[in-house]
């Protein structure tokens, strides 16, 4: 697929945390891994409702999965130009390979922290870091897909304003 190790630009510092710049989803953390650790929130308690009498270690691997197959297609042509199309991340050109890989690190520990604290605290949680992300990067989870699958000008307006 043509993805790079690391950083394309050369920086080598483990994390980014400018979203409109070309160091977006090159380093192994940024703002959007805090959505993938609600992919893993979500991934547990969806993938318990469909697969309830399948082990927990079992789901886990079933999250792992379907993360893993979410950034192979994140990272393909057609969705990185809809990203470029669509929402804010006009210098989005892909992931760097490690940055995929801490996004599935992040979504295992989203599933791990979602077991522990069960439904209640999960919506909590979901709910603050989407609120938090919004204040601080005006982009979240829940705005990321609305972007993607049906975008608004007035959205993408507001989130240039940062």
């Not at 893993?40 to 079933?62: C, D, Q, S, T, Y």
């Not at 522990?116 to 603050?128: D, E, H, N, Q, Y």
């Not at 989407?130 to 829940?142: A, Q, T």
Request: glycine share 4%; net charge negative.
């Amino acid at each position: 697929m043509g993805r790079v190790w690391w950083c394309q630009a050369g920086d080598y510092s483990p994390w980014s945390w400018i979203v409109l710049s070309r160091h977006n989803s090159q380093h192994l953390i940024d703002p959007y891994s805090f959505t993938h650790i609600l992919h893993g929130i979500l991934e547990f308690w969806l993938i318990g409702l469909v697969f309830r009498k399948v082990p927990v270690a079992w789901r886990f691997v079933i999250a792992i999965f379907i993360e893993s197959s979410w950034e192979v297609v994140e990272n393909t042509y057609y969705v990185i130009n809809r990203y470029r199309e669509a929402t804010i991340s006009l210098d989005y050109y892909g992931d760097s390979i490690l940055n995929s890989l801490a996004d599935i690190i992040c979504c295992g520990l989203g599933f791990l922290i979602a077991q522990k604290i069960r439904l209640w605290w999960s919506l909590a949680v979901f709910v603050v870091m989407e609120l938090i992300l919004l204040f601080w990067i005006r982009d979240s989870l829940l705005l990321n897909i609305l972007m993607l699958l049906w975008p608004l000008d007035s959205v993408k307006q507001w989130q240039t304003t940062l």
